[in-house]
């Protein structure tokens, strides 16, 4: 019934397994990768003929984590997956960015890629293992794919590059100062085709040799795919590129000339009109047939792409008329919005984001429900990217994946440079709001997002900036590397590279290659230039940081102590009886953790001594010798008891009441009546004995014998 392969081969520390043939056979390619105990099952169905008058190449890629892979029910109160988390959305992005270069120039036919976690032994992140089991599915699939691709996770600990790195290595990373990268590199044979990293001021030179190293070691899984598809590909598709060239030649007759004029005009919104009016121009002058074709998007935007690339690589001219690595203008404001405890607007040319920091408490931490287990977070990024932003209208919603997967870009880019959580114990959520874009609004997110923090009074260890790169190639191995490229250029340009980092390093690297022929040399040529470029931006900044406020007088006040964990249980109370009366008494919000550690929280300096001053009262031991205040509880013949200290009371004996005699305590005390006592020490019972005749009971100070005199 079934006609199984299975390959496999050592890879690293564990062995990497694919196999087809027996599960979802009606796909047109279905791969299991399996890398140690982690399985990922990728489906691969394309379409087999293109939607009439598709312009466009529909790819869509789904990665799906299943709760049962890690033997878990999820969270919640349907209990099953819902709808994307963002692991998953990040992930299917990460799948989609590599391969989608790949496909045969022309190709428009719809395709889909559905990964599926089946296993997770909690020490292989599965998003790797899914990359290949998808690279793998479209190589038997006979799509027109020209790969294989393979990917890796490569990390950076005591100056060596380590291969796949365990889970929980590369969990909280920040937390974890041996380990200083965690990156994912896919590529073919002979190309790196995608980059993603969060690092912790890398050098230029250790970031390139980590992505070379990634490069080197992908190779064995390469040939694996090869191997395995030579005994179980479909024949191939039968595809042959469109030859519009005929149509090229007159759509460039008519429409060259007013399309280098367009792109010489500066100003985005005008040179957009102008080059949808250069197209009308183009098309006025096509035969009805030649309009009627459905390569003629194509032959447009070929026609865009020739302009633009042609005078970049030839003639050192950009859209803008900037040099090549020359940065736009850039103004930095912070301070900007009264209620807020921080704020920014970083504007660069076209592109501008007001990005505003808000502080919280431990119950404003995210909880993260993963496979791996439930985790908190106290570092939140949101970034939106509204219509109104390009000059456009369109939908205005939930965020889609493009806003999910610059968002976490920043993150990563910033989360680097965050003071430790015993420092500073606050929840940090940035909310970007991107109100102009003309490339790399991202970018623009990790410079606000910096000033943001630092307005709000975030001890951040350096200051960061990002800055975005562009590529032009061309056949014959010219090319010309952009520094802060604009949204035409990213589109017609064959790489984006992202990079932001600190004057001490590299946090954050973001790669999309879209053509082979990608050198080393090439790559730490955009390295450098990207380094020039954020020390430049990194000044800018610095102008702005002079005028940045104090911390926020609307932000939580947050004080943290340590206690004993064998006296937790106490600070709590039964049913939590105890710290709910300390919250109600104070006013203060108090959050305790396993290891005993407690963050008291509020705008108001007094609620949260009063909170302190009662947790401590329960958690610290009276010291002897020492001057309390207390409150008589109760009176009996041979004194008085005195809770004193918290919940601990002590006997105050008749006798050192007062220096003279007694006929009853009664005669000088009351019960609830506040009285100064010395705590004289334990007996042998280990009962407290407490004295108030050597204590002032006006003032509080000890009374000192006089000698008496021979």
Same mark, same amino acid.
């Given at each position: 019934?079934?006609?199984?392969?299975?390959?496999?081969?050592?890879?690293?520390?564990?062995?990497?397994?694919?196999?087809?043939?027996?599960?979802?056979?009606?796909?047109? $390619?279905?791969?299991?990768?399996?890398?140690?105990?982690?399985?990922?099952?990728?489906? %691969?169905?394309?379409?087999?003929?293109?939607?009439?008058?598709?312009?466009?190449?529909?790819?869509?890629?789904?990665?799906?984590? #299943?709760?049962?892979?890690?033997? #878990?029910?999820?969270?919640?109160?349907?209990?099953?997956?819902?709808?994307?988390?963002?692991?998953?959305?990040?992930?299917?992005?990460?799948?989609?960015?590599?391969?989608?270069?790949?496909?045969?120039?022309?190709?428009?036919?719809?395709?889909?890629?559905?990964?599926?976690?089946?296993? +997770?032994?909690?020490?292989?992140?599965?998003?790797? %293992?899914?990359?290949?089991?998808?690279?793998?599915?479209?190589?038997?699939?006979?799509?027109?794919?020209?790969?294989? !691709?393979?990917?890796?996770?490569?990390?950076?600990?005591?100056?060596?590059?380590?291969?796949?790195?365990?889970?929980?290595?590369? +969990?909280?990373?920040?937390?974890?100062?041996?380990?200083?990268?965690?990156?994912?590199?896919?590529?073919?044979?002979?190309?790196?085709?995608?980059?993603?990293?969060?690092?912790?001021? =890398?050098?230029?030179?250790?970031?390139? $040799?980590?992505?070379?190293?990634?490069?080197?070691?992908?190779?064995?899984?390469?040939?694996?795919? !090869?191997?395995?598809?030579?005994?179980?590909?479909?024949?191939?598709?039968?595809?042959?590129?469109?030859?519009?060239?005929?149509?090229?030649?007159?759509?460039?007759?008519?429409?060259?000339?007013?399309?280098?004029?367009?792109?010489?005009?500066?100003?985005?919104?005008?040179?957009?009109?102008?080059?949808?009016?250069?197209?009308?121009?183009?098309?006025?002058?096509?035969?009805?047939?030649?309009?009627?074709?459905?390569?003629?998007?194509?032959?447009?935007?070929?026609?865009?792409?020739?302009?633009?690339?042609?005078?970049?690589?030839?003639?050192?001219?950009?859209?803008?008329?900037?040099?090549?690595?020359?940065?736009?203008?850039?103004?930095?404001?912070?301070?900007?919005?009264?209620?807020?405890?921080?704020?920014?607007?970083?504007?660069?040319?076209?592109?501008?984001?007001?990005? %505003?920091?808000?502080?919280?408490?431990?119950?404003?931490?995210?909880?993260?429900?993963?496979?791996?287990?439930?985790?908190?977070?106290?570092?939140? =990024?949101?970034?939106?990217?509204?219509?109104?932003?390009?000059?456009?209208?369109?939908?205005?919603?939930?965020?889609?994946?493009?806003?999910?997967?610059?968002?976490?870009?920043?993150?990563?880019?910033?989360?680097?440079?965050?003071?430790?959580?015993?420092?500073?114990?606050?929840?940090?959520?940035?909310?970007?709001?991107?109100?102009?874009?003309?490339?790399?609004?991202?970018?623009?997110?990790?410079?606000? $997002?910096?000033?943001?923090?630092?307005?709000?009074?975030?001890?951040?260890?350096?200051?960061?900036?990002?800055?975005?790169?562009?590529?032009?190639?061309?056949?014959?191995?010219?090319?010309?590397?952009?520094?802060?490229?604009?949204?035409?250029?990213? +589109?017609?340009?064959?790489?984006?590279?992202?990079?932001?980092?600190?004057?001490? $390093?590299?946090?954050?690297?973001?790669?999309?290659?879209?053509?082979?022929?990608?050198?080393?040399?090439?790559?730490?040529?955009?390295?450098?230039?990207?380094?020039?470029?954020?020390? +430049?931006?990194?000044?800018?900044?610095?102008?702005?940081?002079?005028?940045?406020?104090?911390?926020?007088?609307?932000?939580?006040?947050?004080?943290?102590?340590?206690?004993?964990?064998?006296?937790?249980?106490?600070?709590?109370?039964?049913?939590?009886?105890?710290?709910?009366?300390?919250?109600?008494?104070?006013?203060?919000?108090?959050? !305790?953790?396993?290891?005993?550690?407690?963050?008291?929280?509020?705008?108001?300096?007094?609620?949260?001594?009063?909170?302190?001053?009662?947790?401590?009262?329960?958690?610290?031991?009276?010291?002897?010798?020492?001057?309390?205040?207390?409150?008589?509880?109760?009176?009996?013949?041979?004194?008085?008891?005195?809770?004193?200290?918290?919940?601990?009371?002590?006997?105050?004996?008749?006798?050192?009441?007062?220096?003279?005699?007694?006929?009853?305590?009664?005669?000088?005390?009351?019960?609830?009546?506040?009285?100064?006592?010395?705590?004289?020490?334990?007996?042998?019972?280990?009962?407290?004995?407490?004295?108030?005749?050597?204590?002032?009971?006006?003032?509080?100070?000890?009374?000192?014998?006089?000698?008496?005199?021979?």
């Amino acid at each position: 019934m079934f006609n199984v392969t299975k390959k496999s081969i050592e890879w690293g520390e564990e062995t990497l397994t694919l196999e087809t043939g027996k599960i979802a056979r009606q796909a047109d $390619g279905c791969v299991i990768a399996t890398y140690g105990e982690t399985s990922v099952m990728a489906a %691969v169905t394309f379409a087999k003929k293109q939607k009439p008058g598709q312009d466009f190449f529909p790819l869509t890629v789904h990665y799906n984590e #299943k709760y049962y892979a890690a033997g #878990k029910i999820p969270g919640g109160f349907f209990k099953r997956e819902a709808r994307p988390t963002e692991k998953e959305t990040l992930t299917s992005r990460l799948i989609d960015r590599p391969i989608r270069p790949l496909f045969v120039p022309g190709f428009k036919n719809e395709v889909l890629v559905i990964c599926t976690v089946l296993s +997770h032994d909690l020490v292989n992140d599965p998003d790797m %293992v899914a990359m290949i089991a998808a690279s793998a599915a479209l190589t038997i699939s006979g799509a027109p794919f020209m790969g294989p !691709i393979a990917a890796c996770r490569v990390g950076f600990e005591d100056g060596d590059y380590i291969l796949n790195p365990e889970l929980d290595d590369m +969990h909280n990373l920040r937390y974890n100062p041996e380990q200083r990268l965690d990156l994912v590199v896919a590529g073919t044979k002979d190309a790196v085709m995608m980059v993603e990293s969060e690092a912790y001021e =890398l050098s230029e030179e250790e970031m390139l $040799g980590a992505v070379t190293f990634a490069h080197e070691q992908i190779q064995p899984a390469i040939d694996l795919i !090869i191997d395995f598809a030579g005994e179980c590909a479909k024949e191939p598709f039968d595809f042959t590129p469109p030859d519009y060239s005929d149509l090229y030649k007159a759509v460039a007759k008519s429409g060259e000339k007013a399309m280098r004029a367009a792109y010489a005009i500066s100003d985005k919104q005008e040179r957009t009109a102008a080059v949808s009016a250069a197209k009308e121009t183009a098309m006025s002058k096509l035969s009805e047939e030649q309009l009627a074709d459905e390569n003629l998007g194509s032959a447009l935007k070929k026609l865009e792409s020739t302009v633009l690339r042609g005078d970049v690589v030839k003639n050192k001219k950009r859209i803008d008329g900037r040099n090549l690595d020359e940065i736009r203008d850039i103004v930095s404001e912070v301070g900007l919005l009264p209620r807020t405890h921080g704020s920014a607007l970083f504007t660069r040319g076209e592109t501008q984001g007001l990005v %505003v920091t808000t502080l919280g408490t431990g119950d404003d931490e995210q909880m993260i429900d993963s496979l791996q287990g439930m985790y908190k977070s106290n570092f939140l =990024l949101h970034y939106n990217f509204p219509p109104y932003s390009v000059g456009e209208v369109g939908r205005f919603g939930p965020p889609g994946r493009r806003e999910i997967g610059h968002g976490k870009l920043a993150w990563r880019a910033l989360q680097a440079v965050l003071p430790a959580p015993t420092d500073f114990p606050y929840t940090i959520r940035l909310v970007s709001e991107i109100t102009e874009s003309n490339g790399s609004s991202s970018m623009a997110s990790v410079c606000g $997002g910096s000033l943001s923090m630092m307005d709000a009074g975030v001890p951040l260890k350096a200051p960061v900036a990002g800055v975005a790169m562009g590529l032009i190639l061309e056949e014959d191995g010219s090319y010309a590397v952009l520094s802060d490229i604009l949204g035409d250029e990213d +589109h017609l340009g064959d790489m984006d590279f992202k990079v932001a980092g600190t004057e001490n $390093g590299i946090t954050s690297l973001q790669m999309d290659i879209k053509v082979a022929g990608i050198t080393p040399d090439i790559m730490s040529k955009a390295l450098d230039q990207a380094k020039a470029g954020r020390l +430049h931006i990194l000044g800018e900044m610095n102008k702005a940081l002079s005028s940045a406020g104090d911390f926020s007088v609307h932000a939580p006040r947050i004080e943290t102590m340590q206690i004993p964990t064998d006296k937790i249980r106490e600070v709590i109370g039964s049913g939590g009886k105890v710290i709910r009366e300390i919250v109600e008494v104070s006013g203060a919000k108090v959050d !305790i953790n396993d290891e005993g550690v407690i963050k008291i929280a509020s705008p108001n300096g007094e609620a949260i001594k009063k909170a302190y001053d009662m947790i401590h009262s329960i958690v610290a031991e009276p010291e002897e010798g020492a001057v309390y205040t207390g409150t008589v509880v109760k009176i009996v013949d041979f004194g008085a008891f005195v809770n004193f200290f918290g919940k601990r009371d002590g006997l105050v004996h008749v006798s050192q009441i007062e220096n003279r005699r007694l006929n009853h305590p009664s005669d000088v005390l009351k019960e609830g009546q506040e009285v100064k006592v010395k705590l004289l020490g334990f007996d042998d019972r280990g009962k407290v004995r407490l004295s108030m005749k050597v204590v002032d009971q006006e003032t509080g100070e000890e009374v000192k014998e006089e000698k008496k005199e021979d």
